[in-house]
T-cell receptor
Framework: ETGVTQTPRHLVMGMTNKKSLKCEQH?????MYWYKQSAKKPLELMFV???????ENNSVPSRFSPECPNSSHLFLHLHTLQPEDSALYLC??????????FGQGTRLTVV | AQSVTQPDIHITVSEGASLELRCNYS??????LFWYVQSPGQGLQLLLK??????LVQGIKGFEAEFKRSQSSFNLRKPSVHWSDAAEYFC??????????FGTGTRLQVFP
């Protein structure tokens, strides 16, 4: 248990569906992140939020839409995804200093 | 370009044997270096990190890593592997803002 909770753990969705991934941390961290982990590829940083403000968007397609309503919660809204978007989506949080805590991830399958 | 290379995709060792997982990085500034472990179906757990100071870093679960600036390496070691160490190991480099660049990982298999 790292203190970062992601729900759901598994998600299967059609290409026309709209779904959301949720991440929650109560560690008092001020930065939260979304990473994508695909088979045989390095983890890819998608979005970074610092104090609820988005500070990084690594050229992520608009079908992924992040939302950070407060420092403890981070969402990833999904719509019209493609099969190649199937992956493990990891949320992380940190306080300044380089120690990121990761959630267990949401395994997403797009059919 | 900033990057992390883990040259070994898959390593198999016998329980009780020593282990070394390789990591090389390319980074413009002084790097912050990390090793994470991921068990099947789980998120990433931090094993150890290097920011500055002593180049030999001790981590959890008996792991250690040595930062060698001249070789741009940060190899992970353990003197005696346990069956529970079977997992995927990721090396990462970042700056003080924690935006990590990960390697592709090394899958460790442990035989009894």
């Amino acid at each position: 248990e790292t203190g970062v909770t992601q729900t759901p753990r598994h998600l299967v969705m059609g290409m026309t569906n709209k779904k959301s991934l949720k991440c929650e941390q109560h560690l008092g961290h001020n930065a939260m992140y979304w990473y994508k982990q695909s088979a045989k590829k390095p983890l890819e940083l998608m979005f970074v939020y610092n104090f609820k403000e988005q500070t990084e968007n690594n050229s992520v397609p608009s079908r992924f839409s992040p939302e950070c309503p407060n420092s403890s919660h981070l969402f990833l809204h999904l719509h019209t995804l493609q099969p190649e978007d199937s992956a493990l989506y990891l949320c992380a949080s940190s306080q300044e200093g380089g120690k990121a805590f990761f959630g267990q991830g949401t395994r997403l399958t797009v059919v | 370009a900033q990057s992390v290379t883990q040259p070994d995709i898959h390593i198999t060792v016998s329980e009780g044997a020593s282990l070394e997982l390789r990591c090389n990085y390319s980074y413009g500034a002084t790097p912050y270096l990390f090793w994470y472990v991921q068990s099947p179906g789980q998120g990433l757990q931090l094993l150890l990190k290097y920011f500055s100071g002593d180049t030999l870093v001790q981590g959890i679960k008996g792991f250690e890593a040595e930062f060698k600036r001249s070789q741009s390496s940060f190899n992970l070691r353990k003197p005696s592997v346990h069956w529970s160490d079977a997992a995927e190991y990721f090396c990462a480099v970042g700056d003080s803002t924690d935006k990590l660049i990960f390697g592709t990982g090394t899958r460790l298999q442990v035989f009894p």
